[in-house]
C-alpha cells in the first residue's frame, strides 16, 4: 500500500538534511517511484536527482524542488527534525520551504498512470545556499543530453494568505553594485588642498539613492536603485576622506539589465574619478499569462479550491529563475508561506492534502 502525501512529508521531515545535505532522501524517493528511470549528478558535495518516465511522445513537464533546508536555530518550541503532528499542523525545518512541495510531487507522479508525454522530478540539495551546482547544473546536464523539459512546476511555498492566494509567474533579478569616488585626504581646515569625495557626489546623490530605472509594468514594480551602505573617512572630525564607498543594490525587472544600470551610471558620474563594480546575482524572468502551464495551474487551483488565484512577481529569488533561463515555461505553486525560515515551522495537513490534488488536476 502506498504511503499517503502526509506519510511522506513526516518521512521527509526526519531527516536534518541542512544544505548541501541530502541524508540518503533521494533513496527513499526512488523507492517510491517505482518504473521511473533515473539520472544523477553530484558536484562538490551537492546531490541532484532527476526521475522520468515516459508515458508518450508528447512534451516533457517537470516537477521540481529541493530537499535542502537552512539550519533550525535555537528557540523551538519541539523538535525541528522531530515531525511533530498537532492539531492538524506538521511541524518541522523545511515543512513550509519546500519539503511539502516535494512530498506532493512525489505523491502525485506515485499515482498518475496515463500523460501524453514524459513527466520527471528534479530534486536538489543546494538551493538554500549559493545554489551553484543544484538545479542549474543540473540542467546543463540535461540540455547536453537533449532532454530539457518544455514545462516545469517548481512547489515552492507562494500562497500568502490562504491556500491557492497566488500563483508565481516571474520573479525579480537581483544586482549589486560598489561604487567608490575617489578624492584626496587632508585637513578640514584647508579644503583648497582637499579633494573631497562626499562634495564630488553631493550633487548626483538623489539621481542614485532611491532612484527608479525604469517605470515598472503589470507584474513588476519599478526597478530602484537601493544604497545598501555607505561610508568613509577615519572616524576623525578634521580630517576629509580619500575614498567613499557605496554598495547598492537593484532588485529589477525585466524591463532594466545589467549594462543599462552600467550605463545609467557611468554617463551620471562623467567628471568625477570613481570606481564601478557591476555583479549581477540573478536574473528576472517572466511566463507569460497565456502560457500552457500558468492556465493548466490556474484552473487547477480554481477547481480544487475554488479561488482564482492573482499571478504574481513578488517575492526573492527560487530556482525557477535557472529553467526561465533554459527556455522552460515555469511556475511556482505551493502552500502558504508565513513561517519559512522561522521558529516552529509548519504546515497544515489540509494544504498539503489539496497541493497534491492540484497537482493531479494540472498534469491529468
Known amino acids: 500500500m502506498k504511503p499517503s502525501v502526509v506519510e511522506i512529508l513526516q518521512k521527509l521531515l526526519i531527516y536534518p538534511s541542512i544544505t548541501p545535505k541530502e541524508c540518503g532522501i533521494f533513496d527513499y524517493v526512488r523507492s517510491l517511484l517505482e518504473g521511473f528511470e533515473a539520472i544523477e549528478v553530484e558536484h562538490e558535495g551537492v546531490k541532484n536527482l532527476l526521475l522520468y518516465r515516459r508515458f508518450g ?16 536555530g535555537e528557540g523551538w518550541s519541539v523538535d525541528p527534525f522531530g515531525a511533530e503532528l498537532k492539531e492538524g499542523y506538521l511541524y518541522g525545518r523545511g515543512a513550509q520551504d519546500m519539503k511539502s512541495g516535494v512530498a506532493a510531487m512525489i505523491s502525485a507522479l506515485a499515482k498518475i498512470d496515463h500523460f501524453p508525454g514524459t513527466l520527471s522530478l528534479l530534486l536538489t540539495s543546494d538551493e538554500e545556499g549559493e545554489a551553484k551546482w543544484g538545479t542549474q547544473l543540473m540542467l546543463e546536464h540535461l540540455r547536453e543530453r537533449g532532454f530539457l523539459p518544455k ?27 560598489k561604487l567608490i569616488i575617489h578624492g584626496k585626504q587632508g585637513h578640514v581646515a584647508y579644503p583648497s588642498k582637499c579633494l573631497n569625495p562626499v562634495e564630488l557626489i553631493a550633487p548626483r546623490l538623489a539621481q542614485i539613492a532611491g532612484y527608479n530605472l525604469d517605470a515598472g509594468d503589470e507584474f513588476f514594480e519599478p526597478s530602484k536603485l537601493v544604497i545598501t551602505d555607505i561610508r568613509g573617512g577615519i572616524e576623525a572630525v578634521n580630517v576629509t576622506p580619500s575614498d567613499l564607498k557605496i554598495l547598492f543594490n537593484v532588485r ?33 524572468f517572466l511566463t507569460s ?31 525557477a529563475r535557472y529553467f526561465a533561463q533554459f527556455g522552460v515555461e515555469v511556475v511556482e505553486f505551493g502552500v502558504v508561506n508565513d513561517r519559512i525560515h522561522a521558529l516552529d515551522e509548519r504546515v497544515a495537513l489540509l494544504e498539503v492534502e489539496a497541493l497534491e490534488r492540484v497537482l493531479l488536476e494540472a498534469l491529468e
Open 57 to 72: 511522445e508528447g512534451d516533457h513537464w517537470c516537477l521540481a524542488g529541493h530537499i535542502d533546508v537552512v539550519p533550525p
Open 151 to 177: 514545462v516545469a512546476i517548481v512547489t515552492e511555498p507562494t500562497s500568502e494568505e490562504r491556500f491557492g492566494d497566488t500563483i508565481k509567474v516571474g520573479r525579480r533579478g537581483s544586482i549589486n553594485g
Open 252 to 284: 529589477h525587472s525585466t524591463q532594466t539589465s545589467a549594462k543599462e544600470i552600467e550605463d545609467y551610471l557611468h554617463q551620471l558620474l562623467q567628471g568625477i574619478p570613481y570606481t564601478l563594480e557591476i555583479k549581477p546575482s540573478s536574473k528576472p
Open 289 to 319: 499569462r497565456e502560457s500552457v502551464v500558468v492556465k493548466r495551474v490556474s484552473e487547477a487551483v480554481k477547481r480544487v479550491v475554488g479561488v482564482a488565484p492573482k499571478l504574481s512577481t513578488g517575492g526573492g529569488t527560487s530556482d
